[in-house]
């Protein structure tokens, strides 16, 4: 893990990217009441699929690729997300892992994308050892609204910046480039269920992952389950690690959602039976279908779970 790799610089380009090619994305970018620049990608503004992927790459701090591919694995949902990065620890848990609590008054929103790694809120970073360095930076927010000036005061404050250095992200799960960027968090699923697994971080090099894109709803409470599902019982990731090939079994055996209590029904009805409260779920039900874990010394490869169609078929529709 190269702790020297910048993921706003990495990411910097790509927001560059993002808002000059605002017309054809169909998004919206604007200035904030602080000086931030706010870009709205599925709430006002339609938004699509194209920008969900951009936004994906940027939450990942540059440092990984998304695409979308149309493949059999899932017959009746072919098109499918795919993630790599070979940094995928910097790229998923100090960038792309939506870990930063932010509230004012009404408003409530997890931050994710390199922004983070400035503010160091979690920590999470001091496991990671990890402190980025930049000038300019970019949160995401899954939303149908942008941060209130609040908000955009502490995110600044906390990332050493002012506010006009500031780029914030925001699309709800129930547009289409909201959805996308969740499916697209399929890689950082296994590595965050890893790392509460205890399992080292610095000995995952490499990883990939992929996972059905979910039709979008416009019912929040259906559209956060199919984006959930997609990963839960359709996502596939391949991790790439160093040291014995028996910790490398390990982790194959214990990553994989079916290893959860609760696997088992579409992601809105488990939500429903614990009533609405997120953290009464087992939160080893959060990680991909289906894992392979190569260890790198020995060259043997480990698998475990499996794509549950029936319940993709169940959640989508």
């Given at each position: 893990m190269n702790l020297h790799i910048s993921v706003n610089l990495g990411a910097s380009q790509r927001v560059a990217s993002l808002c000059a090619d605002a017309a054809q994305l169909e998004i919206g970018v604007e200035t904030g009441p602080s000086?931030?620049?706010?870009?709205?990608?599925?709430?006002?503004r339609r938004g699509g699929v194209e920008a969900g992927l951009r936004i994906a790459a940027i939450c990942l701090g540059g440092l990984g690729e998304v695409a979308l591919a149309?493949?059999?694995?899932?017959?009746?949902?072919?098109?499918?997300?795919?993630?790599?990065?070979?940094?995928?620890?910097?790229?998923?848990?100090?960038?792309?892992?939506?870990g930063w609590s932010l509230s004012h008054g009404g408003f409530f929103a997890l931050g994710s994308g390199p922004a983070r790694a400035l503010a160091?809120?979690?920590?999470?970073?001091?496991?990671?050892?990890?402190?980025?360095?930049?000038?300019?930076?970019?949160?995401?927010?899954?939303?149908?609204?942008?941060?209130?000036?609040?908000?955009?005061?502490?995110?600044?404050?906390?990332?050493?910046?002012?506010?006009?250095?500031?780029t914030v992200i925001y699309a709800p799960t129930q547009s289409l480039a909201g959805a996308t960027q969740v499916v697209a968090r399929v890689l950082e699923v296994a590595l965050h269920k890893a790392h509460a697994l205890k399992f080292p971080l610095a000995r995952i090099v490499?990883?990939?992952?992929?996972?059905?894109?979910?039709p979008p709803h416009p019912d929040f409470m259906t559209a956060m389950g199919r984006t959930n599902d997609a990963i839960i019982y359709g996502g596939r990731v391949h991790l790439y690690v160093t040291g014995p090939a028996d910790e490398a079994q390990a982790l194959a055996q214990a990553l994989p959602s079916s290893?959860?209590?609760?696997?088992?029904?579409p992601f809105r009805d488990v939500f429903k039976r614990f009533k609405g409260d997120f953290y009464a779920i087992d939160p080893m039900l959060f990680s991909p279908a289906q894992i392979l874990v190569t260890a790198l010394e020995s060259g043997a490869t480990f698998r475990a779970g499996a794509v549950n169609e029936a319940l993709i078929d169940a959640s989508f529709g």
């Open positions: 000086g931030e620049t706010r870009i709205d990608a599925g709430a006002k149309s493949e059999p694995t899932i017959p009746r949902w072919p098109w499918t997300i795919s993630v790599r990065s070979s940094q995928p620890v910097l790229a998923c848990l100090a960038s792309q892992y939506a160091r809120k979690e920590p999470l970073f001091d496991e990671l050892g990890y402190r980025d360095k930049a000038d300019a930076t970019t949160l995401v927010i899954e939303s149908g609204q942008p941060p209130p000036p609040e908000v955009i005061a502490k995110v600044a404050s906390d990332c050493g910046l002012p506010a006009s250095a500031l490499d990883g990939m992952g992929a996972a059905p894109l979910s290893a959860s209590r609760d696997y088992g029904a």
